[in-house]
Structure formats: structure tokens, C-alpha cells
């Protein structure tokens, strides 16, 4: 096992991302050390935005990688191997859940989990990564304006253990991480496809031009998003130049 085989605990921190940078920084820290938190004082999301999570009732950690095999060009790849190392842990607990395109997890039309992955470029190779992830799984009241929060046990019902719960998805997501060093790439890319949040279904989205009726197609080479507008044209969008509309 490498995600998973170190696991570092406190109760509550920053934000689990910030300290595996100082970890990073001042020890010489084993690939797949997963840094785990009850509550982060300014958990964080994508672009700055934050992270809301009831002390004790949900899943807070960072991933610490080393995967200097992936071209940079290419590391959108990790991104695709956490994803869906993410829902491959719902699904023991679920029927279904959707990667909405680049990395938040939806049910229905619901956010379960969230991914912020940071990757260090030294030169032409990664030289390490953090993936911090969201994921919610007994909190059942949500305060922030978040539009659309939603957990497990709001799904089905059901009380969990965290730290089981903890170990199901280090093994899920180390599953998949050994799929991405190994080159898998082309049988990652068509699962993360496959598990696109409104493939192929018509739905409105925004873009710099206003709105539009479209239907995603697929992602590019690069991991941008392609959305086939009514007219046939297939624009491609990179991250934060399209907004779904709910």
C-alpha cells in the first residue's frame, strides 16, 4: 500500500493541505502519508473558497504523492485517479455519484466531496503533490451559503465510523493511484469520462459569451472541458470558464 501506509493525526489543524507543505518542507516524509483532521480552522476549496465541516463529522485530509513519472504536461491525470478513487469509496455506500467536471463529487445534483490538489512543477517533472480532500459523511446541518451541501448520512440514513470509512477510501484511492503510476492512463481517462456529472445530457451553462444549451462530450488531452453546443460546435473550457447552471 502507498496512500494509506502512514497517517498522521491531529485533532484539529489550519488546514491539512498548509501542513503537509510544512511537512513537506521539514521532514522527510513517506509517499502516501495521509495527514488527517477532526476540523480545520480555514479549510480551504478551490480558488480561495472555504472548506465548511462540523468538528468530528466528516473527512478531512491531505495525500502527500511523490509522482515524479507523470509529465506535468499530463497531471491533470492525478486529478482523475483522487476522483475517482473518491467515488469508487461512495459507491461501496451508495448506488451512484457523479464527478462534476474538474473534481467536485455530486449526488444527484448535490456536493458530497471536494478535492483541492496542489502540484510542485520543478523543471519537466512533479516534484511532489498534496490532494486535499472533502468529503462528507455524518454531518447532517450545513451553515455556510453553500447552495447545495449534502452528506451520507443525509443519503441514507446511516451513522458512520469515521476511521473505517478513513481506511475504505486510503485502500480505494490507493487502487487507483497504482493504476496512474503504472501508465494506465487511457483506461483512467475513459472511467473519469464515463463518471462525468451531466455526460451527455442537455443543461444550460455560462461562459464568457453569456448562456448556453449544451451537452458535455468529454475532456481534452490536457483535461479541459468539451461541450457540444445545439449548433454542433464543441467548445473547450479550462478551469473557471464555464459555470453549470443548477
Known amino acids: 500500500m502507498i ?7 491531529s485533532e484539529n489543524l489550519p488546514s491539512t493541505n498548509l501542513h503537509a507543505v510544512q511537512l513537506i ?4 516524509i513517506p509517499e502516501g502519508t495521509i495527514i488527517y483532521t477532526n476540523y480545520q480552522l480555514a479549510g ?3 480558488m480561495g473558497n472555504k472548506w465548511e465541516s462540523e468538528d468530528g463529522k466528516n473527512l478531512l485530509i491531505s495525500i502527500v504523492l511523490f509522482p515524479s513519472m507523470i509529465n506535468p504536461s499530463d497531471q491533470f491525470a492525478i486529478s482523475m485517479a ?9 459507491k461501496r455506500h451508495i448506488p451512484v455519484c457523479r464527478i462534476k467536471w474538474p473534481n467536485d463529487i455530486y449526488v444527484n445534483n448535490d456536493k458530497i466531496a471536494g478535492l483541492l490538489i496542489e502540484n510542485s512543477i520543478m523543471g519537466d517533472h512533479i516534484e511532489n ?4 480532500i472533502g468529503l462528507n459523511i455524518n454531518q447532517v446541518r450545513f451553515l455556510s451559503s453553500a447552495p447545495n451541501p449534502v452528506s451520507l448520512r443525509m443519503i441514507t440514513g446511516k451513522e458512520y465510523d469515521l476511521n ?6 486510503a485502500d480505494d484511492l490507493d487502487k487507483r493511484y497504482k493504476q496512474l503510476i503504472s501508465g494506465k492512463l487511457i ?9 462525468l456529472y451531466r455526460l451527455g445530457e442537455w443543461c444550460n451553462y455560462r461562459d464568457k459569451d453569456g448562456f448556453i444549451l449544451g451537452r458535455i462530450k468529454s ?14 460546435i464543441i467548445n473547450e473550457y479550462s478551469f473557471k470558464e464555464v459555470d453549470f447552471i443548477l
Open 3 to 9: 496512500i494509506g501506509s502512514n497517517i498522521l493525526f
Open 25 to 28: 518542507k521539514n521532514n522527510d
Open 44 to 46: 480551504r476549496g478551490q
Open 82 to 90: 483522487i476522483s475517482l478513487g473518491i467515488c469508487d469509496f461512495l
Open 129 to 132: 503533490t498534496i490532494a486535499g
Open 164 to 169: 473505517t470509512c478513513l481506511y475504505q477510501l
Open 187 to 195: 483506461q483512467l481517462k475513459e472511467d473519469y469520462i464515463s463518471n
Open 219 to 232: 475532456t481534452s488531452e490536457y483535461g479541459n472541458l468539451m461541450i457540444e453546443t445545439e449548433s454542433g
